[in-house]
């Protein structure tokens, strides 16, 4: 796993903690986000996702529910509904190639959710891309060049940074 796939899991662990427990003090929560990165660098970047997710939730979660056909998101299981939320977040606010953030998001809807969770994932985030960002889906050759060092297929802040 990459050192941003583990960031992201680690949003996902606090947006869902946060989903079922809405009282948790958010200094808990950033201490926790602190305590599961293995370096400030990461910790930064899941915080940065973690704090900007939850300033925009009210309007990812009216993106995400005008989308989701016959779903609303208090239906939606609290994995699906928090790999969504970030997922729409990344692809509305951040850089990061789309083809990125939806194959992070389902890897996490695969990890976290039902069976049919990443399909689900995959199909609202496909439609959540903004106009003028749609690109090739992330192909084998992108996947493998980037396992193998070769990141020209990422942008520079999905980068894995020097373990």
């Known amino acids: ?7 992201r899991e680690v949003v996902v662990q606090m947006l869902y903690q946060l989903d079922v427990n809405p009282d948790v003090p958010m200094d808990i929560v950033r201490d926790q986000v602190w305590e599961r990165m293995e370096d400030e660098p990461l910790a930064r ?4 996702l973690l704090s900007g997710v939850l300033r925009d939730k009210t309007r990812l979660d009216a993106s995400i529910e005008a989308l989701a056909a016959n779903w609303s998101l208090k239906r939606m299981a609290p994995t699906d509904r928090n790999v969504l939320r970030l997922g729409a977040y990344e692809l509305s606010e951040t850089e990061t190639p789309p083809g990125v953030v939806i194959d992070e998001a389902v ?10 969770s990443p399909q689900f994932v995959n199909g609202i985030l496909d439609r959540l891309i903004p106009p003028g960002r749609k690109t090739a889906p992330v192909t ?6 980037t396992i193998s060092g070769d990141n020209s297929a990422l942008s520079e802040e999905d980068e894995p940074e020097d373990e």
């Open 1 to 7: 796993m990459s050192r941003r796939s583990k960031a």
């Open 45 to 48: 970047f899941a915080w940065q």
């Open 107 to 116: 890897e996490l809807a695969k990890r976290f959710g039902a069976a049919q």
């Open 140 to 145: 084998m050759k992108d996947a493998t060049s």
